[in-house]
């Protein structure tokens, strides 16, 4: 692959990860919560063979090649309240239960071939199930999910915790999640990134927290996405060289005043796309060269590549601090001469 294709992820116009619509999908989220927790004492809606019907497709061999079932189940916005009828459809790959009220997942656990799931938009407390072998996908956004403890299935690739009511990530063991590379908990009350110690780990979403710095990420060596927009940090520690496949960060809507904080994403060999505005450093005249300055590899600075000109002027920069660091030394043995002759 060629630097030219790599560098298509980083398109301004086609960068999903900017998320332009974030404030309007947690208005309207929010608007949806607001309702359900007006109304928490739902009127009970078990699951129906008849709904069952209606929502199931996908017919397939079984695991033993001698029968065949439907794998993929859909049954959203049913205001269900119930699902243990699902206990006896094991054959299930594919289920979606979203929009619903459902306080309990438990029926899910008899699921064992279950492939992904999602079940945004119910009334969760928690994401806790059983080990599932196979699963890959798994989402859970929008519910009132207040921590990760629960979370064990060895092939699970993707999770979705977004707008949910975590305060701190615990309980996601490294040792078990060994295919979990992407992770998004956007619009949590997470006021801390430890806990997130995975690393297979490639895509992490932190958008919309509580964070005021970054601390517990340092090992994720296999990382290439950090997006932390619209949180409370305000000094760019927590970063080091063992991050070494960082390409793209996302610190926008922050409270970083300093340049010289920039310093601290030097030692990232391959941080190619940063995004910082809205945050006061970027009120700083020469904000887009010190950014260059500090980070000679990076090629675009929020929405806007690098032309040739600006890394020019910035190898200028960065060769007259050099031979300035290189003259200090020799200054400092006269001024010691000094000192004894008087």
Same mark, same amino acid.
């Given at each position: 692959?060629?630097?030219?294709?790599?560098?298509?992820?980083?398109?301004?116009?086609?960068?999903?990860?900017?998320?332009?619509?974030?404030?309007?999908?947690?208005?309207?989220?929010?608007?949806?919560?607001?309702?359900?927790?007006?109304?928490?004492?739902?009127?009970?809606?078990?699951?129906?063979?008849?709904?069952?019907?209606?929502?199931?497709?996908?017919?397939?061999?079984?695991?033993?090649g001698?029968?065949?079932?439907?794998?993929?189940?859909e049954?959203?916005?049913?205001?269900?309240?119930?699902?243990?009828?699902?206990?006896?459809?094991?054959h299930l790959?594919?289920?979606?239960?979203?929009?619903?009220?459902?306080?309990?997942?438990?029926?899910?656990?008899? =699921?064992?071939? #279950?492939?992904? @799931?999602?079940?945004? !938009? *119910? %009334? $969760?407390? +928690?994401?806790?199930?059983?080990? &599932? /072998?196979?699963?890959?996908?798994?989402?859970?956004?929008?519910?009132?999910?207040?921590?990760?403890?629960?979370?064990?299935?060895?092939?699970?690739?993707?999770?979705?915790?977004?707008?949910?009511?975590?305060?701190?990530?615990?309980?996601?063991?490294?040792?078990? =999640?060994?295919? #979990?590379?992407? @992770?998004?908990?956007? !619009? *949590? %009350? $997470?006021? +801390?990134?430890?806990?997130?110690? &995975? /690393?297979?780990?490639?895509?992490?979403?932190?958008?919309?927290?509580?964070l005021?710095?970054?601390?517990?990420?340092?090992?994720?060596?296999?990382?290439?996405?950090?997006?932390?927009?619209?949180?409370?940090?305000?000094?760019?520690?927590?970063?080091?060289?063992?991050?070494?496949? #960082?390409?793209? @960060?996302?610190?926008? !809507? *922050?409270?970083?005043?300093?340049?010289?904080?920039?310093?601290?994403?030097?030692?990232?060999?391959?941080?190619?796309?940063?995004?910082?505005?809205?945050?006061?450093?970027?009120?700083?005249?020469?904000?887009?060269?010190?950014?260059?300055?500090?980070?000679?590899?990076?090629?675009r600075?929020?929405k806007?590549?690098?032309?040739?000109?600006?890394?020019?002027?910035?190898?200028?920069?960065?060769?007259?601090?050099?031979?300035?660091?290189?003259?200090?030394?020799?200054?400092?043995?006269?001024?010691?001469?000094?000192?004894?002759?008087?």
């Amino acid at each position: 692959m060629s630097d030219e294709d790599d560098l298509e992820d980083f398109e301004p116009d086609q960068d999903d990860l900017e998320r332009e619509d974030d404030e309007k999908d947690t208005e309207e989220w929010e608007d949806y919560r607001k309702e359900g927790e007006e109304s928490e004492d739902w009127i009970s809606t078990p699951l129906t063979e008849d709904m069952m019907k209606e929502g199931l497709s996908l017919l397939c061999k079984t695991g033993n090649g001698l029968a065949h079932a439907y794998v993929k189940l859909e049954i959203k916005d049913r205001d269900l309240t119930d699902i243990q009828l699902l206990r006896s459809y094991i054959h299930l790959r594919y289920v979606d239960v979203s929009e619903n009220h459902l306080t309990d997942l438990s029926p899910l656990n008899y =699921l064992t071939h #279950l492939l992904w @799931l999602k079940a945004d !938009g *119910n %009334q $969760l407390r +928690s994401a806790r199930l059983n080990e &599932l /072998p196979y699963l890959q996908i798994a989402s859970f956004a929008y519910n009132q999910i207040t921590d990760t403890e629960g979370i064990s299935h060895p092939r699970l690739a993707s999770l979705d915790l977004k707008g949910n009511r975590i305060h701190m990530v615990t309980g996601l063991d490294p040792q078990k =999640l060994i295919s #979990l590379h992407t @992770l998004e908990l956007r !619009g *949590n %009350q $997470l006021n +801390s990134t430890l806990g997130i110690n &995975l /690393p297979k780990l490639k895509n992490l979403f932190l958008a919309q927290n509580m964070l005021k710095k970054v601390e517990g990420l340092e090992n994720l060596s296999n990382l290439t996405t950090l997006h932390l927009r619209d949180n409370q940090i305000e000094t760019l520690s927590g970063f080091s060289k063992e991050m070494k496949s #960082l390409q793209y @960060l996302n610190l926008r !809507g *922050n409270m970083v005043a300093d340049l010289g904080e920039l310093a601290k994403l030097r030692d990232l060999p391959r941080l190619r796309a940063l995004v910082l505005l809205d945050n006061p450093c970027t009120d700083e005249n020469d904000y887009r060269q010190e950014a260059l300055v500090q980070i000679a590899h990076l090629e675009r600075l929020d929405k806007d590549f690098y032309e040739e000109e600006e890394r020019a002027e910035a190898e200028e920069i960065r060769q007259r601090m050099r031979e300035e660091q290189e003259q200090e030394p020799e200054a400092e043995p006269e001024s010691e001469l000094d000192q004894s002759s008087t």
